[in-house]
């Protein structure tokens, strides 16, 4: 199993960016995948999950309207464009599979994001 998460960066308050994450290693297309973010000195929290199938989609309440979780099973990757970013945001982003905890152990290196005037 293999995460890479890519799309980090410094970005103003207000800001935007879209983050991917290529996985391998398991069968992506039938697996749910989730996002996860970890703040200095925080403990690793969920941000929000998708379906395979349905597309249901869950969202933490402090990024629901704001941030949106996609994917594209030819590509084995996932996305999330996060938009109207706050300081709050500023954390190390992770994904793994799964909808609402994850399925593995394991954890890709992540991807920096800090927001900041």
Same mark, same amino acid.
């Given at each position: 199993v293999q &995460? !890479?998460?890519? #799309? #980090?960066? @410094?970005?103003?308050?207000?800001?935007? @960016? +879209?983050?991917?994450? *290529? /996985?391998s290693g398991f069968t992506f297309s039938s697996s749910a995948m989730s996002w996860y973010r970890q703040a200095p000195g925080?403990?690793?929290? @969920? !941000?929000? #999950? @998708? +379906?395979? !199938?349905?597309? *249901?989609? $869950?969202? /933490?309440?402090? !990024?629901? #309207?704001? &941030?949106?979780?996609?994917?594209? $099973?030819a590509k084995n990757t996932v996305y999330l464009q996060m938009s109207s970013l706050k300081p709050e945001d500023t954390a190390v982003y992770y994904c793994n599979a799964g909808y609402s905890s994850n399925l593995f152990d394991y954890w890709g290196p992540g991807t920096q994001v800090t927001v900041s005037s």
């Open positions: &995460f !890479v998460e890519t #799309g #980090g960066g @410094l970005v103003h308050p207000g800001g935007s @960016l +879209r983050l991917s994450c *290529a /996985a925080k403990e690793r929290e @969920l !941000v929000a #999950g @998708l +379906r395979s !199938v349905s597309r *249901a989609t $869950n969202y /933490a309440d402090s !990024v629901k #309207g704001r &941030f949106t979780i996609s994917r594209d $099973n």
